[in-house]
């Protein structure tokens, strides 16, 4: 493949676009259009063909891949304009939701009045105890669509073993209805969506995925149909949040729940393995969040649930951990002391210095009064900003409260920014089991550069990778993803129990996985993989005793003698969960993945020229060190050169970013043309 390589990542202040063609590169970054992502999406890649001289639809005839990743499915949560749900659970559920703890999190995304009993039941063995009644179902479906439902969600207890009940509920409702009276509800069942134990969090994952479904189903179907009218031939390739994509036909809604953030964690997933990196904390700080993942071993962890306005799902996803702490965050003044977010100005009407109509200050402000940001190059000079907006608003709302200067406001907003991004890295390598100074620091995003020494140095961390392109980092991780389809299924086979005999029904194992297979090849030649192109891989979920389920990648797709169970327990315990540890290996969920490798972007690899940065050097401009203005270097990045060496306390723009480098860090460029930062 030759063509074009397309990624953009929709964000929630920008939307982001990474392009390669024939080894060249550019980059392109548009504000969000939260009404409509479809529109930034478009601005995006026209600004993309533009970059490379072309029109948008030759950009587009050229085409090998469209990657897009999307905040649709948060931006739904976060504004709450979901599909108005209507949920049908087993009789004597309606309150609890199937747990007796329930704190009604749930009614976020689905009203009490809307949730309806079925008088059924299966038993924890899968055998139907009592059928369902049509009667009862079609009532309850006439009562949901007469109050308005516009989609229903069938989550029966115990459907995971046996879902016979749910299926005959769907069916019950599509005969009694026809489609033109149900018009555009769709009835899902809880067993499409997860196959895993535990009926309140199957219940939680079915109905949030419902409520994103409407809206994501709308963006992304527009998306694909922009691109076809300007001549791309292909399926768009949705980016999921399990570090893979897939056409929008197969794609659910939690796919794309935090794929953004995925983009970042794959690509620090190669960085890591191009340098050689261990241990790698990568934090990528946007407009309106920052994101923290952690590359142990070369290899970025999943989580399998994960908890969406305080409601626990069932989702496997790439681990990313997410706060409220961005450019665009509000600061504030509570009882004495500076708050920096979660609240933030977002694109529009943006920080005070946007000249857009902001009133509050954010971080983005304060980074100007502190000469970190230039108020002329700022996206590459095409938005002039304002400081006298941030200074009066930073005056009112902040140093006026606390009596002091601007100055020392804009240091203390900075700070504030810096040392909640500081706590939420240290959460997050603690649950990985890695110590700070163990890991090299990747900065990323629009204003990862900005923080980034100060948050290393915070945490005791001395080298800090910065990549050229770092401003769009999480686009560029989409260029390398492939494409994927991912299927479970419950399993609840012991390989080997505490008295150390091992499986005997091998047929058991292998049918799980053969019904596996089968359904990933037809879904990936819907895709149009062609089967001898798919390579899979085979993810096993085992019973950790107290310590919850432990995920390893089995050795063997079949099993076909005892060897072949001895080495995946043998994987198991070797692996950092498992230990040494004597008992039984139970897996409870299969996992398959099936994926097909796609053109990826390949970083450059330069000889190393001169050390000095002096063509680079732009000018010097007034900067806040240590509570004092100084005059400082400042540098153009994209004219820095492999091999050049900026010393501290110096600043480095980029068209998109700011490396903010004080006293006593150097930056080399090294021959991928990133920037290496290393305290003396």
Known sequence: MAGYNINVDVGGTFTDGFFVYKGETRKAKVEATPHDQTVSFIACLQEGARRFGVHIREMMHQADVV???????????IQRYGSKIGLLVTKGFECSLYDSKNEGKLYTFVSPEMVVGIDEQTNALGTVVRD?????????????LDNGAKVVVVSFQNSEFNNSNERKARSIMYDEYPRYYLGGVNVLLASDITPRMGAYERTNTAVINSYLHTDLVRYLYKGDEELTKRGFIMPMSVVHNTGGMATVAKTIALNTYDSGPTGGAVAAGHLAKLYGIKNLLAIDIGGTSTDISVISNGAYSYSKTTEI?????HLHKVDVHGLGAGGGSIARVVDGQVQVGPASAGALPGPACFNLGGEEPTTCDA?????????????????????????????????????ISVDEAASKIYEVLCDNVVRAAKEKLEIEGVSPTECVLLAFGGQGPVHCCKVADKLGISKVLVPKDSDVLSALGCSIMDTTYITECLARLVLQDKAGNLLSDYEAFNGLVSQLRRKASSNMAAMGVQARDIEHTLELDIEDGAKGVHTVVSPVLDIRSEKDIKAICTAYRKSKSGGARPGAVEVVIMRLNASTPMPHYQWPALKPGGKSPEKALKGKRNVVWQKRSVQTNAYQLEQLQCGNVVEGPAIIDAEYTTVVLPTGWKYTVDAHLNGVIEKG
């Open 309 to 313: 306005e305080g409601c626990p799902i």
């Open 132 to 144: 369902v009644n049509a009667d009862g179902v079609i009532a309850a479906a006439e009562y949901l």
């Open 367 to 403: 980074a100007l009064v502190l000469g970190y940001v230039s108020a002329d190059s700022f996206e590459g000079g095409r938005r002039k900003l304002v400081k006298a907006n941030s200074v009066k608003v930073i005056k009112e709302k902040v140093a006026d409260p606390l009596k």
């Open 67 to 77: 990657r897009y990743s999307t905040t649709a499915g948060t931006n739904t949560i």
